[in-house]
């Protein structure tokens, strides 16, 4: 784009963006990551009947507060309503049960967990990780909002409360006298508009000498390998490890260390207690990591704002692939129906015209359309009868399984396309 064009743009984003204010620190927000236009939620899948009502739609306006750094959309739904009934079953991906019992087990040796220690979960799901504390005789409390998914952690006999996590549920637990050695939290803390009641939930119940361990999508690796389609509703927050230590320091707790994961694209793990507990140093790995989001501009605001044309162009090439391979008289099946692929297809304009199913392991989302889009979502075994010549795989994060165990398309020559950080095509 040209200058003139960028100014325009700007000009924009600003009359749309106008009154927002940040939901860690109030200032008011002025600066646009990037602008995915409007979106149905991305978990509301449509089921048959309702194909032909309206469905509701709402911004995706990322914005960066210049204050704090924090990286967030508007609230534009409640937890509420995205928690009632949530289609996401933990339970259903096999690398990510993989990466929750690995994570017990070090975790466990870490704190020398026992059966005198005390675990709370916040968005326990399934109870697809604490089985695995379960399992050791630890006692564990998962708490979780949405009945549907906590009633099978219940069926389990995991201790599982259905109730949204902030102060006031903290303090009522406190007040039983019950104070974990390690809470944990994984990819929740971006869904909770109000974080100042979630992180000054989690400064009230941790134990004096507890641990506390959270897992967010990096924002680092979301720009630098260009992951926006894992930008929706549900996820108010994209933070870097700058702009959470902010917030856990406003509520007394301190980050001590942070790992790198392979999770959702590019995952931080920070370790945090409280501020006052100094047992606990800060380690190497916490000041590298701030080091290198300086110095690729997480701390200022002009790094943001070149964002938006990377993934227009983006746009750009997956519709171009898309355009030539119909042209071609080739057939397009998808592979999965994640929240990630909603944001990626509705932005993209992409429906039956180029996909023509998508098909997934989860029966809750079979004979269901995605929302916006309303491609039809199909058991897996779909793809073995129609022999599509192209697999276009919606979670790209766990693409080396899914080609494994896609891996007879090549009897027909099927060919496995990937749409994130670019398009590509794999045979
Ligand atoms: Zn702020």
């Known amino acids: 784009m040209t200058s003139a064009q960028i100014q325009k743009q700007k000009a924009f984003n600003e009359v ?43 911004p995706l306006h990322v914005m960066v507060c210049d204050n704090c750094y924090l990286v967030q959309i508007d609230e534009y739904v409640t937890p509420e309503e995205i928690f009632t009934e949530y289609a996401y079953f933990s339970s259903f991906s096999p690398a990510w049960l993989r990466h929750a019992k690995e994570y017990t087990e070090m975790i466990i040796k870490r704190l020398q967990l026992n059966e005198d220690s005390f675990v709370v979960e916040l968005a326990s799901n399934d109870g697809y990780l604490l089985q695995n504390f379960f399992e050791n005789n630890i006692p564990v409390l998962g708490v979780e909002p949405a009945a549907n998914v906590a009633r099978v952690a219940i069926e389990k006999g995991i201790n599982t409360a259905v109730r949204f996590f902030g102060k006031e549920y903290a303090q009522e637990l406190k007040n039983e006298g019950k104070q974990p050695d390690l809470i944990l939290g994984n990819n929740v803390l971006a869904q909770v508009p109000d974080i100042n009641s979630f992180v000054g939930g989690m400064k009230i119940l941790l134990a004096p ?44 707790l301190t980050i001590y260390d942070v790992e790198e994961l392979w999770t959702h694209g590019g995952s931080l793990r920070v370790y945090a207690r409280h501020t006052e507990n ?147 095509v794999y045979s």
């Open 16 to 58: 749309k963006s106008e009154g927002r204010k940040c939901l860690f620190c109030g200032a008011g927000l002025k600066h646009t990551v990037t602008d995915l236009g409007m979106h149905p939620l991305c978990e509301s899948f449509v089921p048959p009947e309702k194909a032909n009502d309206m469905e509701a739609f709402y």
């Open 209 to 252: 000498e507890g641990t506390i361990t959270i897992e967010f999508p990096h924002l680092l690796r979301l720009m630098e390998e260009n992951q926006f389609d894992t930008i929706y509703h549900e996820h108010f927050f994209y933070f870097s490890l700058l702009s959470a230590a902010n917030i856990f320091a406003e509520h007394g």
């Open 278 to 424: 100094e047992s606990l140093p800060i380690t190497q790995n916490v000041l590298n990591m701030q080091a290198r989001e300086k110095k690729v501009g997480l701390g200022s605001v002009a790094a943001y704002s070149a964002y938006d044309e990377k993934i227009r162009e983006t746009k750009r090439k997956i519709l171009e692939f898309l355009i030539q391979a119909k042209r071609d008289g080739k057939t397009v099946a998808g592979y999965g129906a994640p929240g990630k692929g909603n944001t990626l297809l509705n932005y993209c304009g992409i429906r039956t015209d180029f996909i023509d199913y998508t098909v997934d392991r989860n029966p809750y989302k079979h004979g269901r359309l995605l929302p916006g889009t309303h491609i039809p979502i199909f058991p897996p075994e779909k793809i073995a009868e129609t022999k599509p010549d192209y697999v276009f795989i919606l979670p790209w994060n766990l693409k080396d399984e899914i080609m494994k165990q896609l891996d007879y398309i090549q009897e027909w020559g099927g060919q496995f396309v990937i749409p994130i950080p670019e398009i590509r």
